[in-house]
């Protein structure tokens, strides 16, 4: 592919595996097994199977008649939010327990922002009768708390994360400490397209599932496989990174993800990551992130508890940087709006997070047979609260 | 050849290094407690430049970072105070942080001004053996800098081995694997890593890292390595108050004078 990774896991200028000599032993482990790994048979076929039967895959491409009038081209949602635990999180959560188990690994840790990764991870290892800790910052088990009773009842253990700003990237932090003081018996399923080496790619790999059956199922509605724009938010990237990823190659498909802009880019409460981030190191890879002229993390705002991340994973900071995708942001409440709009028009309670992509819709300027597809990245259920007072409903 | 050379061609037993960070407890006497250190019979230090997400530290050097950056250090302020440095205080010093700071900083320019403030080495848990070989390594001999590698119980054979080889002045050996301010590993297991470690025959000398608390875990460490190194329990001797005045003490309570 020629937008994938090298051999020493960089993406242009960035990716690679900055971690500690701790961590070096379980990095390079996977970076020796994950491809054999998963494109083994039986793999594969336990994989695929469990995507259908488990997770209800194919998840739909809906033509979304109603958006298409409004916005004068055709609209089609990824219905990722169809998906087994309420989002595209599961597809990777599945291929990584699958890979724990054919590494011989006893436990599983995790970190989770709002929730849904850790709810994706607590579920696969009640699926497979593993141990599981999930690391959430405070700030963010008070805000996602049906989350947190989830993960309970799916037998995880939830452990608070109390250092830096309690969220996110804090829990991260504390995920890897795990890992350094568990370097043998332990998985880390990372939840996004971040991190060392070689997660970035492999979780690309497991969301790639997303773009492969868009392109089938576009087809089957259109008669074209490739649409004019391809959709998709951004936190970390996971859910983009799925859905670009088997358009990457096709250099006519124009490739929007969308930032959170929180209270606005400039306002001081923003994750728009690369409108105020520069270049540098978070999480074990080379990145863009939001930092100080000192190379300190600033910690990001947004009302979506998903795209709260200061970062963004290495493959968005290339195609960013080379222009083969192109960034937008949307604000919190660009972002409500349109998810109240997806709800009267659609019939869809959309996660936050998706209803940022589906906000850019407005500003965006279709010909009149343009084929747009937007992944509709998760169920909005876990955001009641927040429309709900939002809206005053 | 830098002061870390030199004292290892001098000396190669029972070395006693001190980790802090620096701009804690306060922001002003990071060459005070330098200097305190060197008087109370220290061999060699590391001054910490604090970082946001510290992931390889434990609680007590998260606290000691974030205070330090809420105290308002930063790389160019610790370059300012440290000009002074060699005036004052004649011991090997290092640097450690984590890379993210030096990376913004520009990694050419961190290792010029590490040299011009008298700075024999540099600890950067995070920076790659493959980043450092192919972008930076060239910086840091230019400024006769020594770049120093960890080693953890899981560490193979063949990459000691290239670690040796990359290596001007010391290893860093960790005692488990694990973050900074745990308890010292004294398992069988720990035992045969030692003995491992000894019986390949490094160029380099080792000192030994994590877990080093009190007379007993440095003479431990030292009946395996040329050293031993203490953070944590310094940085939580920096919470009192008169701290500079306890210094002597907590130096002779994990290596008393002969």
């Not at chain 2, 440290?82 to 090997?92: A, E």
């Not at chain 2, 993210?100 to 961190?110: C, D, S, T």
Request: with cysteine; hydrophobic share 40%.
């Amino acid at each position: 592919m020629k937008y994938g990774v090298n051999d020493q896991g960089y993406y242009g200028d960035f990716g690679g595996a900055y971690v500690p000599e701790m961590l070096y032993p379980n990095v390079e482990e996977l970076r020796q097994k994950y491809l054999s790994i998963i494109n083994d048979a039986d793999f594969k076929a336990e994989f695929d199977l469990l995507l259908k039967d488990y997770v209800g895959r194919p998840s739909p491409l809906y033509y979304a008649k109603r958006y298409s009038e409004k916005y004068g081209a055709n609209i089609f949602l990824k219905r990722e939010d169809l998906n087994h635990t309420g989002s595209h999180k599961i597809n990777n959560a599945i291929g990584q327990i699958l890979l724990a188990q054919r590494l011989g690994k006893k436990r599983i840790i995790a970190e989770t922002g709002a929730g849904q990764h850790g709810v994706a991870t607590a579920t696969v290892c009640a699926l497979k009768g593993i141990e599981c800790v999930v690391y959430m910052g405070e700030v963010d088990m008070a805000r996602q708390a049906p989350n947190v009773s989830r993960m309970k009842m799916l037998g995880a253990k939830v452990v608070p994360a109390r250092s830096g700003s309690k969220t996110l990237k804090d829990a991260t932090n504390e995920a890897l400490r795990d890992w350094i003081a568990n370097p043998v018996d332990t998985h880390y399923i990372i939840g996004s397209v971040v991190g060392p080496y070689p997660y970035p790619d492999m979780v690309a790999r497991f969301q790639s599932i997303i773009s492969l059956e868009a392109k089938k199922q576009l087809l089957e509605h259109t008669g074209k496989e490739l649409p004019e724009y391809v959709m998709a938010c951004v936190g970390g990237g996971s859910n983009a990174m799925g859905m670009f990823y088997h358009f990457l190659d096709d250099e006519s498909v124009k490739l929007i993800a969308v930032e959170a802009a929180g209270k606005g880019v400039n306002s001081g409460h923003s994750a728009a990551t690369t409108f105020l981030g520069r270049e540098g190191v978070l999480h074990g890879s080379r990145t863009i992130l939001m930092q100080t002229d000192d190379g300190q993390v600033v910690e990001p705002y947004s009302i979506s508890a998903g795209l709260d991340y200061p970062g963004i994973g290495p493959q968005h900071a290339h195609l960013y940087k080379i222009n083969r995708a192109q960034y937008a942001s949307v604000t919190d409440d660009e972002a409500l709006q349109a998810g109240l709009l997806c709800c009267q028009l659609e019939g869809i309670i959309p996660a936050i997070e998706s209803a940022h992509a589906l906000a850019q819709l407005e500003k965006m300027k279709f010909k009149k047979d343009d084929n747009v597809i937007i992944c509709l990245s998760g169920r909005g259920d876990k955001d009641l609260d927040t429309y709900i007072k939002y809206f005053g409903f | 050849m830098n002061r870390l050379n030199k004292l290892f061609a001098t000396k190669n037993n029972n070395l006693l290094s001190i980790y802090y960070t620096a701009g804690y407890p306060e922001l002003d006497t990071t060459v005070d407690i330098a200097l305190a250190l060197e008087k109370a019979g220290a061999d060699f230090l590391e001054i910490g430049f604090p970082y946001s997400d510290p992931v390889a530290d434990g609680p007590t050097i998260q606290h000691s970072s974030q205070q330090a950056l809420d105290n308002g250090m930063t790389l160019n302020l610790l370059f300012e105070q440290l000009k002074d440095l060699r005036k004052r205080v004649t011991i090997p010093i290092l640097l450690m942080g984590y890379v993210n700071p030096i990376v913004q900083f520009g990694v050419e320019r961190f290792c010029k001004k590490a040299a011009e403030a008298g700075i024999d080495g540099v600890i950067v848990p995070d920076l790659p053996m493959y980043e450092y070989e192919t972008l930076y390594a060239g910086f840091f001999k230019d400024n006769n800098l020594s770049n120093i590698f960890l080693v953890t119980p899981q560490t193979s054979a063949d990459r000691i081995r290239k670690i040796d080889e990359l290596s001007n002045s010391f290893i860093y050996l960790l005692s488990s694997s694990s973050i900074t301010g745990g308890n010292l590993d004294v398992s069988d297991s720990i035992e045969d890593y030692y003995k491992r470690i000894k019986a390949m025959q490094l160029k380099n000398p080792t000192i030994i890292g994590f877990g080093i608390a009190d007379n007993a875990t440095f003479k431990k460490a030292c009946e395996y390595a040329n050293g031993a190194i203490v953070g944590s329990k310094f940085v939580k001797l920096l919470e009192q108050e008169n701290y500079l005045n306890k210094i002597p003490a907590f130096i002779s309570s994990i290596k008393p004078s002969l």
